[in-house]
């Protein structure tokens, strides 16, 4: 997937300014999509060579002047051509570098791994707490763009990137638990 696709389907909703697409990126669907303004600025240069999106300006009273950006019916098109197209794998490539860590863990001392997989766990769980108010902004967001059935698909992502954390969370404590049994058996001998 491309941050293009994930901007047209942003103003298949309504229009935004570039400013509003990354607000709505960074306080609803970061945990499994993020972008730099820049980037969003980028894309939305390129969709609008493409014919995919033009845009607007609105005037704003003591402040710069914000450009509006609305989906043409051929980046319409182009969006439900890509949803419509199915993937050859839908899980993405991952470069996790914690995962590298693990891989390499026994090059490090037991105790400091066990630190890193607290602190990951940690990480985990302040993800989870993010989720309510994730939660709150997609009820919100859904209700304020009058389209209240997009809120089922938007929690079914909420509800998989949860799960997910709370496997990682189980995962990272049995490991905890492994490491803490190879000391105690090291120690019997």
């Not at 710069?64 to 794998?89: M, N």
């Not at 860590?101 to 026994?106: E, L, V």
Request: net charge negative; charged share 30%.
């Amino acid at each position: 997937m491309s941050l293009q696709h994930a901007i047209l389907g942003l103003l298949s909703y309504e229009p935004m300014s570039g400013y509003d697409m990354k607000s709505f990126l960074d306080n609803s669907i970061n945990f499994f999509w993020s972008a730099q303004l820049s980037q969003i600025y980028r894309d939305l240069g390129t969709l609008e060579k493409k014919g995919c999106v033009s845009f607007h300006i609105d005037a704003q009273e003591g402040r710069p002047d914000r450009k509006v950006y609305q989906i043409t019916p051929e980046g319409e098109k182009a969006f439900h051509d890509w949803l419509q197209k199915f993937p050859t794998a839908l899980s993405s490539a991952v470069r996790d570098e914690f995962s590298v860590r693990i891989f390499f863990g026994s090059r490090i001392p037991k105790e400091e791994l066990g630190f890193q997989l607290r602190r990951f766990i940690k990480e985990q769980q302040e993800q989870i707490s993010s989720f309510a108010y994730v939660k709150k902004v997609v009820e919100s967001y859904s209700k304020s763009i009058s389209a209240p059935e997009e809120e089922l698909y938007w929690k079914l992502l909420l509800n998989r990137s949860n799960s997910v954390a709370q496997t990682l969370i189980k995962w990272a404590e049995e490991s905890i638990q492994e490491l803490e049994n190879i000391d105690k058996d090291q120690r019997k001998d």
